[in-house]
């Protein structure tokens, strides 16, 4: 696609429950990153995939949080348990191949808006 | 110590004034270096990036880099009221952006 896609753009959810948010990068950006933003807060670094593999997840902050990006194109971040303390907007960025003009620039999708009661 | 650290403001500059916006990081092995804006409830975008030591201009933007001092800086010059936003210093270790991390931001607001 033209841009970074995320759904939804808001989810309402329930303590305990289980949560998906899904990115859809920039067609032909091989790298996907995910961030988390809390207000007032920059964006903070969850996990960057090179192609299908995540090539750094030193931000996820416990086991509950999980990312797959199966095919290289489309990620999911999924969330289990999910606690008050999610409550974020998850910002997804994609970037594209080293080598070529732009290669250092993060393109972010929109977001998507957690709220956890 | 936070990887990239900011002001969290706010500047308030008069329309038409120079604003300074500053960052300062803590990996010696950071390489890349951005600054992203981000207007209230929009996603982060691009303004400036640098890679080598020294000043790099683009109209009104002007970013500084000092790795010597950990240090980044971007000058706002001809400030309009459009530029109000929030403005995030990022630090990647290796050209080619790989982990890229995020200060906490700098609010700045142009009066008019």
């Known amino acids: 696609g033209a841009g970074v896609s995320q759904t939804p753009s808001n989810k309402v959810t329930e303590k305990g429950k289980y949560v998906e948010l899904r990115c859809d990068p920039i067609s032909g950006h091989t790298a996907l990153y995910w961030y988390r933003q809390s207000l007032g807060q920059g964006p903070e670094f969850l996990i960057y995939?090179?192609?299908?593999?995540?090539?750094?997840d030193s931000g996820l902050p416990n086991d509950r949080f999980f990312a797959v990006r199966p095919e290289g194109s489309v990620s999911t971040l999924k969330i289990q348990r999910t606690e008050r303390g999610d409550s974020a907007v998850y910002l997804c960025?994609?970037?594209?191949?080293?080598?070529?003009?732009?290669?250092?620039?993060?393109?972010f999708g929109a977001g998507s808006r957690l709220t956890v009661l | 110590q936070k990887e990239v650290e900011q002001n969290s403001g706010p500047l308030s500059v008069p329309e038409g004034a120079i604003a300074s916006l500053n960052c300062t990081y803590s990996d010696r092995g950071s390489q890349s270096f951005f600054w992203y804006r981000q207007y209230s409830g929009k996603s982060p975008e691009l303004i400036m990036s640098?890679?080598?030591?020294g000043d790099k201009e683009d109209g009104r933007f002007t970013a500084q880099l000092n790795k010597a001092s950990q240090y980044v800086s971007l000058l706002i010059r001809d400030s309009q009221p459009s530029d109000s936003a929030t403005y995030l210093c990022?630090?990647?270790?290796?050209?080619?952006?790989?982990?890229?991390?995020f200060g906490a931001g700098t609010r700045l607001f142009v009066k008019a």
């Open positions: 995939f090179q192609g299908t593999g995540a090539a750094d």
């Open positions: 960025a994609s970037r594209r191949d080293r080598g070529r003009p732009g290669a250092n620039v993060l393109t």
């Open positions: 640098i890679y080598s030591n």
């Open positions: 990022a630090v990647a270790r290796r050209i080619g952006g790989f982990k890229t991390i």
